[in-house]
T-cell receptor
Framework: DQQVKQNSPSLSVQEGRISILNCDYTNSMFDYFLWYKKYPAEGPTFLISISSIKDKNEDGRFTVFLNKSAKHLSLHIVPSQPGDSAVYFCAASALSGGGADGLTFGKGTHLIIQP | KAGVTQTPRYLIKTRGQQVTLSCSPISGHRSVSWYQQTPGQGLQFLFEYFSETQRNKGNFPGRFSGRQFSNSRSEMNVSTLELGDSALYLC?????????????FGSGTRLTVV
């Protein structure tokens, strides 16, 4: 039973355009969401997070949107750059419940930025 | 500042053996979590240690155990290795418990069980 789903295994976007990565979750106890980026042979790198009390969080080229009623979040990257090519993981945690299950990760979306 | 350091980077073990993996967190980080990454299951939470105490544990058998030392360094042990334990094991550190300030991951230890 996948509690965090990233339904697109891969996404190809032209350099300079917007990349939109999507993530859905089923556990209503999740109240803290994170995006990680991973290059081959490296560990995931934290990108941006959002608490369930917000519906948007921005950090430079990265913006995360949270729609609690739809249990959906998305990561927008504008403009997309070649160095953004990586696997992106969505993760969720139930912090108010003590975070007993750590982070629950989606299976990732491989973003490919084309020149 | 130095990142999260995991040793060794690669390991090959035989079924039935046991293995110990090591993780040194970022200086000042008191929380260390362990994750298993496999192609089929993705990243799965193993356990989290904070101030030498195991705070949380994922859904893994008792063959998987860990500990944290007073300097926040952590070790993970897997006993009676099975072929299905072949995976990338990732350690993550955080300033606070439950990753409230975000986790920083190491590059992982690639374990192959033959």
């Amino acid at each position: 039973d996948q509690q965090v789903k990233q339904n697109s295994p891969s996404l190809s976007v032209q350099e300079g355009r917007i990349s939109i990565l999507n993530c859905d979750y089923t556990n209503s106890m999740f109240d803290y969401f994170l995006w990680y980026k991973k290059y081959p042979a490296e560990g995931p790198t934290f990108l941006i997070s959002i608490s369930s009390i917000k519906d948007k969080n921005e950090d430079g080229r990265f913006t995360v949107f949270l729609n609690k009623s739809a249990k959906h979040l998305s990561l927008h990257i504008v403009p997309s750059q070649p160095g953004d090519s990586a696997v992106y993981f969505c993760a969720a945690s139930a912090l108010s419940g003590g975070g007993a299950d750590g982070l629950t990760f989606g299976k990732g979306t491989h973003l490919i930025i084309q020149p | 500042k130095a990142g999260v350091t995991q040793t060794p980077r690669y390991l090959i073990k035989t079924r039935g053996q046991q293995v110990t993996l090591s993780c040194s967190p970022i200086s000042g980080h008191r929380s260390v979590s362990w994750y298993q990454q496999t192609p089929g299951q993705g990243l799965q939470f193993l356990f989290e240690y904070f101030s030498e105490t195991q705070r949380n544990k994922g859904n893994f058998p008792g063959r998987f155990s860990g500990r944290q030392f007073s300097n926040s360094r952590s070790e993970m042990n897997v006993s009676t290795l099975e072929l299905g334990d072949s995976a990338l094991y990732l350690c993550a550190s955080s300033r606070g418990a439950q990753g409230r300030y975000g986790y920083t991951f190491g590059s992982g230890t690639r374990l192959t069980v033959v």
